[in-house]
């Protein structure tokens, strides 16, 4: 069996932080986001992480979730470009490609 070299798998529970919201992009496309409190490792402080659902059934769960409620996320890490103005802004989020209560 060979050394995996690369793997982008991340698994989070957490807290919803807000409401969902879904958009349509320029491409047609839509995406539900959200932000997802979680602890640190070493118990001092929270860290908020941004999650996007793009697949159908996902937006839907994403959207029937509500403030406070603990989810668990399985997922891959993904940077987002997008145009600000004159310049190129980015930030990473969380694609969801798992979501369930806990």
Not at 10 to 19: A, D, K, L, N, T
Not at 43 to 68: C, F, N, S
């Amino acid at each position: 069996m060979g050394v995996e070299r690369y793997r982008n798998k991340v698994e989070i529970v957490g807290r919803v932080s807000g409401e969902a919201t879904e958009r349509e992009l320029p491409s047609g496309d839509r995406v539900v986001e959200l932000r997802l409190v979680v602890g640190r490792d070493d118990r001092e402080g929270v860290d908020t992480i941004d999650i996007a659902a793009w697949r159908a059934p996902l937006r839907k769960r994403a959207l029937g979730l509500r403030q406070e409620e603990w989810i668990l996320v399985k997922g891959v890490i993904r940077r987002r470009f997008w145009r600000a103005g004159a310049t190129t802004a980015s930030r990473w989020q969380v694609e969801a490609r798992e979501l369930e209560r806990v």
